[in-house]
């Protein structure tokens, strides 16, 4: 994939040149570089992305000791939180025996 050096749009083959078809310039192919691109044949197919359902909460439960002190449990429910500025999401997980709340790393 190329895109256009004047206006960003993507560019499209045609012959031995790339073609913007926003405004028209053009840029010769380089069949080496081209060569060196990913294909979806030298790709792993991992199958379908887990869907959420959205009928129910978010959360979900793992296997996760809680930390507080004098509950054995090893079940924690979790849920993903945004941190503020977006930068990266947190995990918080809530014990399913006392109600413990941490933070997860």
Do not use: I
């Amino acid at each position: 994939m190329e895109f256009c050096d004047e206006c960003g749009s993507m560019m499209h083959t045609e012959g031995d040149v790339w073609l913007c078809q926003s405004c028209g310039n053009e840029q010769p192919r380089d069949s080496q570089a081209e060569a060196e691109l990913a294909t979806t044949a030298g790709q792993q197919d991992d199958g379908p992305p887990p869907v959420a359902d959205a009928t129910t909460d978010d959360t979900e439960t793992v296997h996760q000791p809680c930390p507080a002190e004098g509950c054995d449990s090893e079940r924690a429910d979790y849920e993903m939180m945004p941190k503020p500025g977006g930068s990266y999401e947190v995990r918080l997980f809530t014990c399913v025996e006392c109600g413990h709340k941490w933070r997860g790393t």
